[in-house]
């Protein structure tokens, strides 16, 4: 992999280092390969203004080595992730098409749901898939305003980090939840697309005692793939692997650390001292 520095890595579908006439008026247009369209991710103080950010160089979990984050759920979108969700899950069936952001009824939308379908559109069989990219804390657009004017970075550092506890512990877990809950009834299973860094990630810090190995009786699927560097030119999806987990499963990843991992009640206090004391509210003990 090459060497990677805390910046944006893909802006508009392509590598920041291209210099292609393709990748400037990918620029200009805000245009988004993946999904054939402008980019729909805007700037929250200009509406017009898209933000076009893939993915960007990060640490995971307070780690020294920079490396390649999703940030955008649109990333995950190629082909190639597609072709692994009909190996692993629909290789038996005939004639797959995939249908985006259908209603689950009181647990919301599902991102895409894969059916199989008859020769007249009659639904055969179906699997539901969501899509899970990191968010940003700070913004990391300030580094592609510098490609819009100036076709490459000034080199000054503009702060940013990822909010790996709420997309992954608390946003992706309490989907997995109330989708799970409604697709186990059906003795269905859900799969959520996430990166290997999003699995490192909750690994370490959640209570992953009852993910496992793929499980075919298990509702809730976690399909990771990794960003590899390919052709020295361009970044590409791989799978990395699939783990399975029940309900039960998602409670303990969503009740966060083991329980042998709690702090004491004393050492709670010595940390309500150390800060009371650091902000003036209690005598130094």
Not at 200 to 224: G, I, K, Q
Not at 269 to 278: A, D, E, F, W, Y
Request: hydrophobic share 35%; aromatic share 10%; charged share 30%.
């Amino acid at each position: 992999m090459k060497k990677l520095e805390k910046r944006p890595l893909e802006v508009f579908c392509y590598d920041v280092a291209d210099s292609s006439k393709t990748f400037r008026l990918a620029i200009k247009q805000q245009y988004c390969r993946y999904i054939k369209n402008t980019c729909v991710k805007p700037r929250k103080s200009e509406p017009d203004v898209k933000v076009g950010i893939c993915s960007i160089g990060s640490t995971v979990n307070k780690g020294e080595e920079i490396k390649p984050v999703i940030i955008c759920p649109q990333r995950f979108k190629e082909e190639s992730m597609f072709e692994v969700i009909r190996e692993k899950y629909l290789s038996n069936w005939k004639n797959v098409k995939w249908i985006p952001e259908v209603s689950i009824g009181v647990g919301g939308s599902i991102d895409f749901v894969a059916v199989e379908v008859d020769d007249k559109d009659h639904i055969q069989d179906f699997l539901c898939v969501e899509i899970q990219a990191a968010g940003t804390t700070g913004s990391p657009y300030p580094y592609v305003k510098e490609l819009i004017n100036d076709g490459k970075f000034s080199g000054k550092k503009h702060t940013y980090g990822i909010n790996w506890a709420n997309e992954f512990a608390k946003t992706m877990m309490q989907q997995a939840y109330k989708k799970g809950k409604i697709v186990e009834s059906w003795n269905r299973k859900i799969v959520f697309v996430v990166q290997d860094l999003a699995m490192e990630y909750l690994r370490a810090t959640c209570d992953c005692s009852m993910v496992t190995d793929y499980n075919p009786l298990y509702p809730v699927d976690f399909c990771s793939f990794s960003m590899k560097w390919k052709d020295k030119k361009r970044w590409s999806l791989e799978f990395s692997q699939i783990n399975s987990t029940t309900i039960e499963g998602i409670n303990l990843l969503l009740g966060g650390a083991k329980v042998n991992e709690y702090p004491t009640e004393e050492e709670f206090i010595l940390n309500i001292i150390r800060k009371g004391v650091s902000d003036g509210l209690l005598k130094k003990q």
